[in-house]
């Protein structure tokens, strides 16, 4: 694990050994040293980093497992008033860790320090126009180009110009989001407003009822992939007064979950990656996850970041859909087709659809002393009504959705059986012999 701290005296020597010859110096800091680097200059350098109107912010970043510096970085200019400030003097400086991804790493740090702690609206920079492959990785982090500084630095008898680049607050969050989408994979169910209503059935009381006996009042818990918050509600209702925050990686979902809020500080809805939330360690004494971690390609991730935000003791309820269990009957052609097309798309977006069995060892290997074990069905068709409405959702699920043009997309099936699909699931639906179940793995565990 990489780790940024601040830069201090006890670094100058080693930052010394990595700057050899004037050409690097100069592409490394332009023109505020002069070769040879020395103590004297870096004492210089840090005095004004120190002090109260803190205008730079110096880091070196530490490989953790070996304790090894690695890198240095700045955050220079740091200017309040414009909300604005520079990254300069960036440098991989063991040339054993070049190439590894860690200069990207140390600029998504400091965007974060400047963007979230600083409040900052505008972060710039400037790079040789040589160094192509700094370049893609701040064009890759969202950074734009402004302009060149034409052979503005003299270096002996040639002359190199500077690349101008700059990131405002807006685009930072927008890459995030985009890369947390990449990363997070797809959703092969989609977010259509007939999926939404089917989900927006859910409550507390239909859905966590594995979970509700170890609830009591005043414990905070996070709701991970909440969708539209129903469930997150009936648990904020039994924790209460604790502390309520629910996450979601889709923003449409969170604006659905946010209207059952009433604006408290305490009960919160927010757009995040349970593999990677922005939550302290230690901050919560249950967390909830509901139907998410089948659709995740890392669940590991998401189950080691769940152990992170518990507070020792801390209870996680975790409740996922095992489609090895689907049952659907009866199965006129082409209905058969239904679980196997659901099962193929979940696998090609990098979900599990055997989840619902694989959590005991999920758990127990993030570290986890497993409480209990236990399964359960949802009856899609438990009277007409239901059978109706759910007929009218696998129905359009097939037809005009985002699970339907997913399948499209990677080529698994073609429009013509999901029509044939689409209309069986209608006919299905006014079936008196009809019946279907989702099948459920549910899971308490502690985390000691
Ligand atoms: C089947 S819905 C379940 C919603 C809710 N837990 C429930 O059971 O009603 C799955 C939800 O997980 C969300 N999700 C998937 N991957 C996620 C991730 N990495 N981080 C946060 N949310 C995620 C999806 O956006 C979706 O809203």
Known sequence: MLELRPFGRDDFQRLISWITSPEF?????????????????????????????????????????????????????????????????????????????????????????GFNQYGLHRIDLVVFDFNKPAIRCYEKLGFVKEGCLRECRKIGDEYWSLCQMSILESEWRSSLLHENKEQMGRYSVGY????????????????????????????DLLDGGCGPGTITKGLAEIVAPGRVLGVDKEQSQ??????????????????GDLCSLNVDDESFDVVFVHGVLEHIPHPKKAVSEIHRVLRPGGLVGSRHADFGGFLLEPTPLPLGLFSQLFIQLMRRNGGDPYCGRRQPGLFRDAGFEIVKVSASYDCWTSDMASTQRNAEFLSELCGDSGFS????????????????????????????????????????????
Request: charged share 25%; hydrophobic share 40%; glycine share 8%.
């Open 25 to 113: 110096l100069l592409q490394w800091a332009g023109p505020s040293f002069a070769y040879p680097l020395d103590k004297a200059q870096l004492e210089k350098y840090v005095q004004e980093s120190e002090g109260r109107h803190l205008r730079r912010r110096i880091f070196k970043a530490v490989d953790t497992a070996s304790d090894s510096v690695v890198g240095h970085i700045e955050l220079s200019g740091i200017d309040l008033r414009n909300k604005a400030a520079r990254v300069c003097r960036v440098l991989v400086g063991d040339p054993s860790y070049r190439g590894k991804g860690i200069g990207t790493w140390m600029m998504k740090k400091i965007l974060d320090l």
């Open 192 to 219: 259509d407003d007939r999926t939404a209503r089917f989900m927006q059935e859910r409550t507390a009381d239909t859905h966590a009822q594995f979970l509700i006996p170890y609830l009591v009042s005043g414990m």
């Open 254 to 271: 969170i604006f659905l979950a946010q209207r059952h809020t009433d604006g408290s500080p305490t009960f919160e809805f927010k757009v």
């Open 405 to 448: 043009d997913q399948l499209l997309e990677y080529g698994l099936t073609d429009r013509g059986v999901l029509n044939r699909l689409s209309s069986a699931f209608l006919t299905w639906g006014k079936m008196p012999e009809a019946f279907a179940a989702e099948a459920w793995g549910e899971l308490v565990a502690r985390k000691t």
